[in-house]
């Protein structure tokens, strides 16, 4: 029997093999490989019992926030500026519609099927949690699935948008449970104040580590240190109140358009690219491990046992998506240039890290509420088997689509 120490090393020489191993197989075949890594995930865990998932739940905000902010940067580095200038108007509409269709959906059949016999509140609380796609796993996708850059560029800005919604939403309706109402005026106080401020730390943080790289970037270690230099923004962001999650998107976007932003505001161009390809490549294989172990730490979480439960979720799964054919053609609307993506970016829907962190904040007020001690199991039961379940129907879909697309 190994000891606990070796089967930890172990697993984690396996999970990085594997997902090493599906990205390889995702290049030739166009098969993504999350869904491996959640199976991997699901047989260590809940089945095989080689984790003790009781000991990992409490690092979920912990590891959720690191493979977040990463993995955002890195999406965020890959866009073209002139890009999420151009789209992100259709980007905001996608993402508002989308979440509101979604939330409208998941409540009216939670309450109907799921808790009808709890006040609506609690099934708008899980409308939330599930009314966003993940920016982890659609940022992941959206620049290797061979879609346009128009395309590519509204998916990942959609992503990161909706799990601000989601997060700011899901907490003030648990205020709500726990201590009575909240001003609308002050719900919309705190969206837009995340807003505001993540995209201008995001903008400033940008600007000043461009300026600094120009003294420091053929520096030892200069690489390791903006990555802690992303870790700072993300805290200072949200200790302002602004969203941690858009700081570190536009601290990418900045970054990789090194050329652009200096041709934009005028300024002298270094002699040589500060953000050159060893840093583009380290921050992209920190991304790749933070994403393969997130996808991994899914399946560890699952708890599925309850056979209702299961089905409920596949159904739900599939409500999803058709509410999310319908956002997409609201956002698409007047776009000849997106017309035959409409059905990749619909089958794009996969909930995940803040679905999965969110399902788990019932858990965490318990205490305060004695609801959530009855519901809190409901809430990360579902939420692992949608993201299953929306996971599944991209792995599948995307695919196909794609092939139906280069046919034309």
């Known amino acids: 029997m190994l000891?606990?120490?070796?089967?930890?090393?172990?697993?984690?020489g396996s999970i990085i093999v594997v997902g090493f191993l599906g990205n390889y197989f995702f290049e030739r075949t166009g098969f993504p490989d999350m869904i491996f890594l959640i199976v991997l995930g699901m047989l260590v865990g809940p089945i095989a019992k080689l984790v003790d998932t009781g000991f990992i739940m409490p690092l979920a905000p912990y590891f959720a926030a690191l493979a977040l902010v990463f993995i955002l940067f890195?999406?965020?580095?890959?866009?073209?500026?002139?890009?999420?200038f151009t789209e992100s108007p259709r980007a905001t509409v996608l993402a508002v519609v989308g979440f509101g269709l979604s939330v409208a959906a998941t409540t009216l059949f939670s309450a109907f099927l799921l808790i009808p016999d709890k006040p609506i509140t609690y099934s708008m609380l899980l409308g939330t949690i599930l009314g966003g796609s993940s920016s982890i796993i659609v940022i992941s996708l959206a620049s290797r699935i061979g879609v346009s850059e128009k395309c590519s560029t509204i998916l990942s800005l959609e992503s990161a948008l909706t799990d601000i919604l989601c997060i700011v939403f899901t907490l003030?309706?648990?205020?709500?449970?726990?201590?009575?109402?909240?001003?609308?005026?002050?719900?919309?106080?705190?969206?837009a104040s995340k807003f505001a401020i993540g995209i201008v730390l995001g903008v400033i943080f940008g600007l000043l580590w461009l300026s600094t790289l120009k003294r420091i970037a053929r520096a030892p270690y200069a690489y390791i240190l903006t990555l802690a230099v992303v870790l700072l923004a993300y805290a200072i962001s949200e200790t302002l109140g602004g969203s941690g999650s858009l700081c570190c998107l536009l601290f990418g976007i900045v970054l990789g358009n090194e050329k652009e932003i200096y041709r934009m505001l005028r300024m002298e161009k270094p002699t040589e690219t500060v953000i050159d390809a060893g840093l583009k490549r380290f921050e992209s294989e920190?991304?790749?491990?933070?994403?393969?172990?997130?996808?991994?730490?899914i399946g560890l979480i699952s708890t599925i046992g309850d056979v209702r439960i299961a089905l409920l979720g596949i159904i739900l799964s599939l409500i999803l998506?058709?509410?999310?054919?319908?956002a997409v053609r609201i956002a698409t609307a007047r776009c000849s240039e997106l017309i035959e993506e409409r059905p990749i970016m619909s089958v794009i829907l996969t909930r995940g890290l803040a679905a999965a962190v969110l399902a788990t904040l019932p858990l965490q007020y318990k205490e305060?509420?004695?609801t959530f001690e009855e519901l809190y199991e409901i809430y990360i039961n579902l939420a692992v088997l949608v993201i299953l379940a929306t996971a599944i129907i991209a792995t599948v879909g995307v695919p196909v689509l794609r092939r139906k697309v280069k046919k034309r």
């Open 368 to 370: 305060m509420n004695p």
């Open 74 to 84: 890195d999406g965020g580095m890959a866009m073209n500026i002139y890009r999420v």
């Open 3 to 12: 000891d606990p120490v070796t089967l930890a090393l172990a697993l984690a």
């Open 321 to 326: 998506l058709l509410v999310r054919f319908g």
């Open 172 to 191: 003030t309706i648990i205020e709500i449970t726990i201590g009575g109402a909240v001003e609308p005026l002050a719900i919309g106080q705190a969206i």
């Open 286 to 297: 920190v991304a790749f491990l933070l994403r393969t172990f997130f996808f991994v730490y």
